[in-house]
């Protein structure tokens, strides 16, 4: 039951924090500005977005409930606080006020974050740490593409 309830905590915030954050871009991804930009070659097609992301929260909310529970310290919370402040605020920055160059520092300090956890938390995940894997690996593919933006335009 703890499971459960602390699982459901975590898809809340997660889930919120896509929610939040598709609400501060503002209609990003159809505006004019973001329509016009050259993009990388790798961009996957606008609805890859929407089904990865789920997909990723998903994944994160078991990976934080595992870790939370197994370690409930001021360490995970607050890089699970910082993770939820950089991930929601990107999409302000980039796609709301156009500032490329500052997303991607952003965009760099999550990847950083989800790092530190499939990092320091291996030994005590282990094959649970594959949970936060594709947060990882769609943070490096995203990170690629505001690098590509900043650079080409």
Same mark, same amino acid.
């Given at each position: 039951?703890?499971? %459960?309830?602390?699982?459901?905590?975590?898809?809340? %915030?997660?889930?919120?924090? !896509?929610? %939040?954050?598709?609400?501060?871009? $503002? $209609?990003?991804?159809?505006?004019?500005?973001?329509?016009?930009? $050259?993009?990388?070659?790798?961009?996957?097609?606008?609805?890859?977005?929407?089904?990865?992301?789920?997909?990723?929260? !998903?994944?994160?909310?078991?990976?934080?409930?595992?870790?939370?529970?197994?370690?409930? =310290?001021?360490?995970?919370?607050? !890089?699970?606080?910082?993770?939820?402040?950089?991930?929601?605020?990107? =999409?302000? %920055?980039?796609? =709301?006020?156009?500032?490329?160059?500052?997303?991607?520092?952003?965009?760099?300090?999550?990847?950083?974050?989800?790092?530190?956890?499939?990092?320091?938390?291996?030994?005590?995940?282990?094959?649970?740490?594959? !949970?936060?894997?594709?947060?990882?690996?769609?943070?490096?593919?995203?990170?690629?593409?505001?690098l590509y933006v900043l650079l080409y =335009?």
């Amino acid at each position: 039951m703890k499971f %459960i309830k602390i699982f459901f905590i975590f898809l809340i %915030i997660n889930f919120g924090a !896509l929610g %939040i954050g598709f609400l501060l871009m $503002n $209609n990003g991804p159809q505006t004019d500005w973001y329509l016009q930009l $050259n993009k990388a070659p790798w961009t996957p097609p606008g609805w890859v977005f929407g089904v990865t992301w789920n997909a990723i929260m !998903l994944c994160f909310s078991f990976y934080m409930t595992y870790l939370y529970i197994a370690l409930p =310290n001021t360490k995970v919370k607050i !890089l699970f606080t910082v993770q939820f402040f950089l991930n929601v605020i990107w =999409n302000f %920055i980039f796609f =709301n006020q156009h500032l490329v160059g500052l997303g991607l520092i952003v965009i760099l300090a999550l990847t950083s974050i989800v790092m530190l956890f499939l990092y320091d938390y291996k030994k005590q995940q282990g094959l649970k740490t594959l !949970l936060i894997v594709p947060y990882f690996l769609w943070l490096c593919i995203a990170t690629s593409l505001n690098l590509y933006v900043l650079l080409y =335009n």
